[in-house]
């Protein structure tokens, strides 16, 4: 599975971006898929995923209320809406999927086989 992250970029806090995660297979669907990021200096941080049935889906706590996903099976896109950016908010944001990954492990990036090359957003105050 090949995976495509895009859609970063530098924006002012309170804006808003969304990234999308589009993969090279067409059962994405049955993929257990999750939005990562890591800043300078910090380690990798879990953001949001959708579960394998693509049913449920997590975000973590901290940014609830703020960032929201989205899927469009026929593109085999998964949409990450970042709204109400803030400067915290910069980091590297990488996309991850996997078919075997139970939900209980989805906030784990070690959990996950196959990775985007990662997109870039800056937030300036």
């Known amino acids: 599975v090949q995976l495509q992250a895009s859609g970063g970029g530098l924006v002012q806090a309170g804006a808003s971006l969304r990234l999308s995660c589009a993969a090279s297979v067409r059962t994405f669907g049955r993929y257990a898929t999750g939005w990562f990021r890591q800043a300078p200096g910090k380690e990798r941080e879990f953001v949001a995923a959708?579960?394998?049935?693509?049913?449920?889906?997590y975000v973590a706590d901290s940014l609830k209320g703020r960032f929201t996903l989205s899927r469009d099976n026929a593109k085999n896109t998964v949409y990450l809406q970042m709204n109400s950016l803030k400067p915290d908010d910069t980091a590297v944001y990488y996309c991850a999927a996997d078919n075997s990954i139970i939900s209980s492990s989805l906030t784990d990036y070690r959990q996950y086989d196959h990775w985007g090359q990662g997109t870039q957003v800056t937030v300036s105050s």
């Open positions: 959708y579960t394998r049935t693509g049913g449920g889906t």
